[in-house]
């Protein structure tokens, strides 16, 4: 009997021992790792409320959207080129367009949406060479290139008829379905997919660009901050997403969410809304560049995750 009982005694101590093992792994799961982001340079306010940023490694210069006039005296909205210290080179570099938002560079062309169309950009000679109508006029706002040189095109408004357009053959044509996913903002290739935030579903998602299945990632709700805006891939297995409002979220392929930078924080009295639109990344300086909206300013924040030294990192010191 006393062996029973000491047996019955071990058990107990090797289930309490494995239960308190689950916790840990799955409070360790929870827990926000340490990421880490310092504020290195920010602009003056002198842009037109700005909405996109986008990196040019060949040049070595960053792209703007100035998506809305803060004066209806002056003239239309535009393109910016900053270099990646925050100096303005060109304010009004790519003039004439009609509330410009995403932008992306494929085969040394900057395509940029604006609200009636696709527009392609000679980089080089800085004119604009051809525009693409959208069927829709309301609220085109992401693009992004796959290698074969098909581009997808987001919709951010809820009268779409389609959440997703395509572009191919130079035509743009619908190409989701809105119970597929709604309401997209910022776009990502990753492979044979394309990752988006879909406000349906309150979750990033990656779609396959053959059979359109949908997969989520992992469940993110900005409500009320806000709908998903810009993403980008800091690593292999890590994605940054904004929501306009403010807050942004690292994403780890585990599922794991940590929150990141919230610019809302950085709002004075009397001061307009500090936004946190659709980023840019320089990935060799790990610089994220935030533009503010109606702040009218660009961030750069250096971003990092602080490194936790285990058993194999520990040396033995004299």
């Not at 992004?144 to 997703?164: C, E, H, L, T």
Request: hydrophobic share 35%.
């Amino acid at each position: 009997m006393e062996r029973i009982n000491l047996l019955c005694l071990l058990c107990l101590v090797i289930f309490g021992i494995s239960c308190a093992y689950a916790e840990s792994i799955e409070a360790d799961l929870i827990q926000q790792p340490a990421y880490h982001a310092e504020l290195v340079w920010q602009t003056e306010a002198v842009f037109h409320t700005p909405e996109a940023v986008l990196y040019d490694p060949g040049r070595d210069v960053l792209y703007v959207s100035n998506h809305r006039r803060t004066d209806p005296n002056l003239p239309g909205e535009f393109i910016s080129r900053v270099d990646t210290d925050g100096n303005i080179l060109d304010l009004k570099w790519i003039t004439g367009l009609n509330r410009p938002t995403g932008l992306t560079i494929y085969k040394d062309k900057l395509y940029v949406v604006e609200r009636t169309n696709l527009v392609c950009i000679d980089i080089d000679t800085a004119r604009i060479e051809k525009r693409y109508p959208i069927t829709e006029t309301g609220f085109p706002n992401d693009v992004v290139f796959d290698p074969d040189g098909v581009g997808y095109i987001s919709y951010s408004g809820s009268d779409s008829k389609a959440p997703v357009y395509r572009f191919k053959d130079e035509r743009i044509e619908p190409w989701l379905s809105n119970e597929q996913l709604l309401q997209p903002n910022g776009l990502l290739i990753e492979g044979e997919h394309l990752v988006a935030y879909d406000h349906n579903r309150k979750a990033l998602v990656r779609i396959h660009r053959d059979s359109q299945t949908v997969e989520e990632i992992a469940k993110i709700d900005p409500h009320p901050k806000g709908m998903g805006d810009g993403l980008v891939k800091l690593d292999a297995n890590t994605y940054l997403l904004t929501a306009w409002g403010g807050p942004s979220w690292i994403v780890e392929q585990t599922g794991r969410i940590t929150e990141y930078v919230n610019t809302e924080t950085l709002t004075r009295d009397e001061e307009k809304q500090v936004n946190n639109a659709d980023i840019g990344l320089i990935p060799q300086k790990h610089l994220l560049i935030i533009p503010t909206f109606f702040n009218h300013r660009l961030l750069a924040y250096k971003w990092s995750k602080n490194h936790t030294p285990d058993a194999a990192d520990t040396t033995d010191t004299p």
